[in-house]
Nanobody
Framework: QVQLVESGGGTVQAGGSLRLSCAAS????????MGWFRQAPGKEREFVAA????????SYRDSVKGRFTISRDNAKNTVNLQMNSLKPEDTAVYYC?????????????????????WGQGTQVTVSS
């Protein structure tokens, strides 16, 4: 069982930055691939970024490549999403998710249906 708590959301002007953090409970955090998803009002939830157990493999949706960076600290049971050059279209509730336990150290997925645990979400609002 994994419990996830996101923090770091808020309101920022276009071009600004935010850093989201996700704190995970449990002793097996390093056994989980982790992901960030978002959902804007009236839209379906969409993949943002994912990171493998080891942290050595990452994946991003095209619209955030070069602006967002996902990272993890297995010693601290945290996964972060650094968001730079934010745009109004990044406005959404952002969710942290855990997939696993997984056995491949380089495994990750962009499919939200494969994630087993979800946080409560944190609101990110980017004003123009």
């Amino acid at each position: 069982q994994v419990q996830l708590v996101e923090s770091g959301g808020g309101t920022v002007q276009a071009g600004g930055s935010l850093r989201l953090s996700c704190a995970a409970s449990g002793r097996s955090f390093s056994s989980y691939a982790m992901g960030w998803f978002r959902q804007a009002p009236g839209k379906e939830r969409e993949f943002v970024a994912a990171i493998s157990r080891s942290g050595g493999i990452t994946s991003y949706r095209d619209s955030v490549k070069g602006r967002f960076t996902i990272s993890r600290d297995n010693a601290k049971n945290t996964v972060n999403l650094q968001m730079n050059s934010l745009k109004p279209e990044d406005t959404a509730v952002y969710y942290c998710a855990a997939d696993g336990p997984v056995y491949g150290v380089y495994y990750l997925t962009r499919n939200d249906r494969e994630y087993d645990y979800w946080g409560q979400g944190t609101q990110v609002t980017v004003s123009s």
